[in-house]
């Protein structure tokens, strides 16, 4: 079962357009909110592990920014 979408299909649509697309269908715009749903969950359990490990249980920019930096490997 597929978990729900909290990023909306309109959301998906402008970054598209923005990518310079004239036309999006519905199928780019759910394959888009999937993949950047999951891959931003993936970034926050990691992002709640560094803070966890910090000894704080609120994770913040830093957390995020840091993860990004990680795996980016800058």
Known sequence: MAKKLVLSLNAMDKIIRQAGADRVSDDAKQALAETLQER??????????????????????TDIQLVIKQESGF
Do not use: D, Y
Not at 40 to 61: C, D, M, P, Q, S
């Open 40 to 61: 931003g969950i993936e970034l926050a359990k990691e992002a709640k592990r560094l803070a966890e490990h910090a000894g704080r249980k609120t994770v913040n920019k």
